[in-house]
């Protein structure tokens, strides 16, 4: 049995992080499972953890989303460990590199650049990272994101470059264009081509968002979200009613559909 660490001091930050990482280690070391992880076996994982501290977010739950936030820094400390073992880099490395970049990207905090609001602050960022040697402005915006997610990261860094609509009606008018074009290719068109309008005309839903204030990831799965609820209660009212969904007419079922709205 190896012995519990305790934290020097339990009301020092620095202390109770330094505890946790050699807990981590601990595990490392002794525990079958995290013995035999690797960065790859673990990555998925991660990106599950981002997503439940997402929906602890979307859920306005503050115990949850610090559970959920503890699970993150695990992750980050567990790729950490596994890094050392093969002296790829260490967790020090990780804590100066992201201190230093953000010290290096906000020269309006820690030096003596003015910046007038939040637009002119973004604009620096994406410079910064050009004098750093980044060789396109959509660096960094990496593959397996969803593809919501990364269109509105594509379209949001090619915004910081001046690469954008001067005036939100001008975007609306391209999501028309890009409807009408897709509605064209369902008539006419081959599956391929029907295929390519679609993605182009969500491309264009997705800017036309960004105009607004819109996160489409969260927007869509809000409404993901009500559409389950509300069809949920469609299958409850049916069982209570001795009824399968199979046998029942679509009015009928919009029936109790309307009566979750009104329970809304």
Same mark, same amino acid.
């Given at each position: 049995?190896?012995?519990?660490?305790?934290?020097?001091?339990?009301?020092?930050?620095?202390?109770? *992080?330094?505890?946790?990482?050699?807990?981590?280690?601990?595990?490392?070391?002794?525990?079958?499972?995290?013995?035999?992880?690797? /960065?790859?076996?673990?990555?998925?994982?991660?990106?599950?953890?981002?997503?439940?501290? !997402?929906?602890?977010?979307?859920?306005?739950?503050?115990?949850?989303?610090?559970?959920?936030?503890?699970?993150?820094?695990?992750?980050?400390?567990?790729?950490?460990?596994?890094?050392?073992?093969? &002296? $790829? *880099?260490?967790?020090?490395?990780?804590? /100066? /590199?992201? +201190?230093?970049?953000?010290?290096? #990207?906000?020269?309006?905090?820690? $030096?003596?650049? &003015?910046?007038?609001? +939040?637009?002119?602050?973004?604009?620096?960022?994406?410079?910064?990272?050009?004098?750093? @040697?980044?060789?396109?402005?959509?660096?960094?915006?990496?593959? %397996?994101?969803?593809?919501?997610i990364r269109a509105e990261?594509?379209?949001? /860094? %090619?915004?910081?470059? @001046?690469?954008?609509?001067?005036?939100?009606?001008?975007?609306?008018?391209?999501?028309?264009?890009?409807?009408?074009?897709?509605?064209?290719?369902?008539?006419?068109?081959?599956?391929?081509?029907?295929? =390519?309008?679609?993605? =182009? *005309?969500?491309?264009?839903?997705?800017? %036309?968002?960004?105009?607004?204030?819109? !996160?489409?990831?969260? %927007?869509?799965?809000?409404?993901?979200?009500?559409?389950t609820k509300r069809f +949920?209660?469609?299958?409850? #009212?049916?069982?209570?009613?001795?009824?399968?969904?199979?046998?029942?007419?679509?009015?009928?079922?919009? !029936?109790?559909?309307?009566?979750?709205?009104?329970?809304?």
């Amino acid at each position: 049995m190896i012995p519990i660490p305790k934290p020097q001091n339990p009301n020092s930050l620095a202390d109770q *992080f330094i505890n946790f990482v050699e807990v981590v280690k601990i595990l490392r070391s002794q525990c079958p499972w995290d013995k035999a992880q690797t /960065k790859e076996s673990i990555a998925h994982l991660m990106i599950e953890e981002v997503y439940e501290a !997402v929906d602890a977010i979307e859920k306005n739950d503050n115990d949850d989303l610090s559970k959920e936030l503890g699970d993150l820094l695990l992750h980050i400390v567990m790729h950490s460990i596994i890094a050392e073992e093969t &002296q $790829s *880099f260490s967790m020090m490395d990780v804590l /100066k /590199k992201i +201190q230093d970049k953000m010290i290096k #990207r906000h020269p309006h905090v820690f $030096s003596d650049v &003015q910046v007038d609001g +939040q637009e002119e602050v973004l604009r620096n960022w994406e410079e910064i990272k050009m004098n750093e @040697g980044q060789e396109s402005a959509l660096q960094g915006v990496p593959i %397996a994101l969803p593809a919501l997610i990364r269109a509105e990261r594509i379209q949001h /860094k %090619a915004s910081r470059v @001046g690469f954008d609509w001067e005036r939100p009606e001008d975007m609306w008018v391209k999501v028309e264009e890009e409807f009408s074009e897709f509605k064209n290719e369902l008539k006419n068109g081959t599956d391929q081509r029907k295929f =390519d309008e679609f993605g =182009d *005309f969500l491309f264009s839903l997705v800017n %036309a968002a960004r105009f607004e204030n819109i !996160v489409p990831e969260m %927007a869509l799965q809000k409404t993901n979200n009500k559409f389950t609820k509300r069809f +949920q209660y469609i299958e409850k #009212r049916a069982m209570e009613s001795g009824k399968s969904l199979k046998d029942m007419t679509l009015a009928e079922m919009d !029936v109790f559909w309307d009566e979750a709205k009104l329970l809304e």
